[in-house]
């Protein structure tokens, strides 16, 4: 459904170009969930902006395709991704759902303006009896859309969130840390709630968190990222299980396993580089224990180690 090739996005600033995202690819196959995890920073949500084409003033896709339903989406102009890719094909819950919702605005209105902006046949009634639907559907009391979003609990206007991402049925849904700023009871609530949907609305869904164990629970396959690139991707269970990059394995690292004797955390040493200037050859370089004299030097190729198991490091051999 979704074939990302070659994906480079920069952020134009007043020191040059951030590199926030560099050749970039991976595919969502249909009715899949795909985990795209990493530290703050690592270009993440730039892949999902990307996407639906919402890139800040700045941003810029400088190369590559993103192929949705074999049709290359960095194209298209405005215009064609507004009136029928995004939200029509391809929706987002943004990060942060406690600031999502403009706060002046009844809920009822924010829904049904998504709904007829991209369905300009679309009457405010049938508009608000969808929205209606849409609330049930996630678990709300439908007339609740009338009120203003203060008057939600963060799960409740997260849920909301998830209601507007479905307004004009998409195929594929992005989720933005759908899970911050949530406790953890809420944030498995709302996990639950976007695992159902996917199922009964057959959705793909594109999953950024850097909350592994959330990948766990609602992901097929997942994607490392690394200071803009991919570094890892295999199905859930194998990177869990024999993660092969060594920023993969400290990601999985640091996650406590609860039922283990006690012991110290283990965490990554150094901080994540500064993208305007990446280091040279493999970006993880300079705060790997394995690193080697090539490591500075030449990029790893992004490769098969073993069937649908790419990793990118000279350490694996394809
Ligand atoms: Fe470490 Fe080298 Fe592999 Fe990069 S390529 S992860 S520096 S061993």
Known sequence: MLEIKNLSTYYKVLRGYVKAVESVSFSVEEGES?????????????IALSVTRLLPVGG????GKILFENL???????????????????????????????PV??????????????EPGVTKDEAE?????????VGLEPSRIYNYPHEFSGGMKQRAMIAMALACNPKLVIGDEPGTALDVIVQ?????????IKKKLGLSMILITHDLSIITETCERVAIMYAGKIVEL??????????????SQGLIGVFPDVKAPKQRMISIPGQPPDLLDPPSGCRFHPRCKYAMPICKKKEPP???????HLVACHLIKS
């Open 60 to 63: 810029q896709i400088v190369g």
């Open 188 to 196: 498995a609530q709302v996990l639950k709630l976007l695992n159902d």
């Open 34 to 46: 795909l985990g795209l995890a990493g530290e703050s920073g690592c270009g993440k949500t730039t």
């Open 72 to 102: 290359d989406l960095t194209k298209l102009d405005d215009y064609e991704i507004r009136r029928n890719i995004r939200w029509k094909k391809i929706s987002m819950i943004f990060q942060g759902a406690m600031n999502a919702f403009n």
């Open 234 to 247: 295999s199905d859930v269970f194998t990177l869990f299980t024999e993660p092969l990059h060594p920023y």
């Open 302 to 308: 992004f490769a098969e180690s073993k069937k649908n």
């Open 105 to 118: 605005y009844r809920v009822v209105d924010q829904i049904t303006e998504a709904i007829i902006a991209h």
């Open 129 to 137: 009896e969808r929205g209606q639907k849409l609330f049930e559907l």
